[in-house]
């Protein structure tokens, strides 16, 4: 028998769910289309996770060269940055350590399910971040399938495996100050209602930068959004 469809838990379905979740709430129709997984997340989520995994190494380094330096300033929604730094280094090392346990967290869990051997002692952190990467990314197919955490949606507190490597990597990139130049669409999230809808040049997301929120939109997505919002503001304008 074949399985039944799978809607992608990706962001690429953001603007499907919350449309989904106001016409169960108050039977308001839309037409915005569903993302399907293939078989669970779609090839452009899988694509993502893979390329965000093999950018971790990388990544994990710039970090720890913030120690150099000292701690860098406070940017919103990064984890384990700190108002006042109480040693050099201090986020940078809080921040390594929260990456790369991660990683080998999710190693082990994979090992686990899997059957596998237990993970070998490798050495250096260095050497067991990359060694996790490797793992993982020859792992990461049958993960985004076959997790028991591969259907949860994507959000901060999702045990996805995809969700975790997309937090890591965002998380990384803010710290090293390797964010593409920005453009803000001064138009309201349709979750959290804030001006604080950003695209990054070259992003294929255009993301909503309240931490307690992080909804990410496609341009369509997004276009759809605007048109609902302008034909709000015609209809109330007209009565």
């Keep these: 028998m074949t399985a039944a469809p799978t809607c992608c838990p990706g962001p690429c379905n953001n603007a499907w769910r919350l449309a989904e979740a106001q016409l ?12 399907w997984g293939q078989p669970v997340h779609c090839p452009r ?3 993502r996770t893979h390329a965000q995994l093999a950018e971790l190494p990388e990544l994990i380094v710039a ?13 919103t929604g990064t984890i384990g940055r700190a108002a006042v730094a109480s040693w050099p280094g201090q986020a940078s090392r809080l921040l390594t350590d929260h990456i790369v ?15 596998l051997r237990h993970r070998p002692s490798r050495g250096t ?8 990467v490797t793992f993982l990314g020859a792992h ?16 901060r507190l999702s045990a996805n495996p995809a969700a975790q490597i997309h937090g890591w990597h965002r998380t990384a990139q803010r710290f090293t100050r390797r964010d593409s130049r920005l453009e803000h669409h001064r138009i309201p999230c349709p979750r959290c209602e804030l001006l604080t809808l950003y695209r990054a040049d070259g992003d294929d997301y255009i993301e909503c930068r309240n931490i307690n929120c992080q909804l990410l939109l496609t341009p369509g997505e997004y276009h759809e959004h605007t048109r609902r919002l302008a034909d709000q503001t015609r209809m109330a304008r007209a009565a």
Excluded: F, Y
């Design 24 to 35: 169960a709430t108050d039977g308001t129709e839309h037409d915005i289309p569903v993302t």
């Design 45 to 47: 989520c899988t694509s």
């Design 63 to 75: 970090i720890g060269l913030e120690a150099l330096h000292g701690t860098a300033p406070k940017t």
């Design 101 to 115: 346990g991660g990683l080998l967290e999710l190693e082990d869990d994979i090992r686990e399910l899997r059957h």
């Design 125 to 132: 952190e260095a050497r067991n971040a990359a060694g996790a």
């Design 140 to 155: 990461l197919d049958w993960a985004l399938a076959q997790h028991p955490a591969a259907h949860e949606i994507h959000d």
